[in-house]
Each structure stands twice: as structure tokens, then as C-alpha cells.
Nanobody, 126 residues
Framework: QVQLVESGGGLVQAGGSLRLSCAAS????????MGWFRQAPGKEREFIGT????????YYADSVKNRFTISKDNARNTVYLQMNSLKPEDTAVYFC???????????????????WGQGTQVTVSS
């Protein structure tokens, strides 16, 4: 089993920045990639980006490319989501997820992720 705990959400004005963290514990040797997703009210959960655990290659959704950056600290089993130039439409609950199965490239599909955090709210005011 793996436990994922997100932190760092909150309220920020448009144009501002936030950094989310996701700490993994348990069977962390099983990590192939760590992804970030978000879900706005009334909408489906959507892929933001992912990072391959060995090597650090990142992949992003077009909607956040050049604004959001995913990074990791293998020693701390933690993945980060740095969000800059935030917009009101970025308001959502943000989730991290662990992909244990190998794909190339790491997956953007929710169903390919085995463990999920509880989510953290990000609210961007206009």
C-alpha cells in the first residue's frame, strides 16, 4: 500500500503562485511516475502533468504548459507542483496520484494511476 498526502493549497489572487506538495509513504519502491490532476466543481477530473520517477522527465497538459512545473525529491518521496500565473479557471481540487505500472510515456489516464491523495483545494480569485 501507498499513502499520498497533498498540502499547500489555499486562496490566491489571479496572477499569483502556489506550490503544492505530495508526500508518498509505504511501498514507494513501486513508483513509476507521479501525476497531478484536478477537478473543478461540476467537471470531470483532468490530467495536469506527470513526472517519471527515475530520470525526471515531465509531461504536461496544454492548458498548464509554461505555467505549471512538476518536480520531485526522491530522497523525500515527494513531488511538487509549482503553479505560476494562476487564473480563476485554475480553481479546483488538486490531486496527486501514483502510477506503479510502466508506460512510455507516463500516462495521462486516470485509470492508469493506482493510488490517489485526498486532494487539496486551490481557489484563484479574480
Amino acid at each position: 500500500q501507498v499513502q499520498l498526502v497533498e498540502s499547500g493549497g489555499g486562496l490566491v489572487q489571479a496572477g499569483g503562485s502556489l506550490r503544492l506538495s505530495c508526500a508518498a509513504s509505504g511501498r514507494t519502491f513501486s513508483i513509476y511516475a507521479m501525476g497531478w490532476f484536478r477537478q473543478a466543481p461540476g467537471k470531470e477530473r483532468e490530467f495536469i502533468g506527470t513526472i517519471k520517477w527515475n530520470g525526471g522527465t515531465t509531461y504536461y497538459a496544454d492548458s498548464v504548459k509554461n505555467r505549471f512545473t512538476i518536480s520531485k525529491d526522491n530522497a523525500r518521496n515527494t513531488v511538487y507542483l509549482q503553479m505560476n500565473s494562476l487564473k480563476p479557471e485554475d480553481t479546483a481540487v488538486y490531486f496527486c496520484a501514483l502510477q506503479g505500472r510502466s508506460y512510455f510515456p507516463p500516462s495521462h489516464r486516470l485509470s492508469d494511476y493506482d493510488y490517489w491523495g485526498q486532494g487539496t483545494q486551490v481557489t484563484v480569485s479574480s
